[in-house]
């Protein structure tokens, strides 16, 4: 993967050089706000509004 920048799992910002390897969030905002969209998107499914995605 030389060359390419890893991306946040919510904003898509690119992760910090530093980060570690198995990094997916670029702050803890990223990773809260994550967990309800995905929270709350499981719920739209659990009472027919959405249909099912597999994440």
Do not use: N
Request: charged share 30%.
């Amino acid at each position: 993967m030389a060359g390419r920048r890893r991306r946040c799992a919510h904003c898509w910002k690119p992760l910090r050089a530093t980060a570690r390897s198995d990094a997916r969030f670029c702050s803890k905002a990223c990773k809260a706000a994550e967990r309800r969209w995905r929270q709350h998107f499981l719920e739209a499914v659990a009472i027919g509004l959405c249909g099912f995605v597999d994440l």
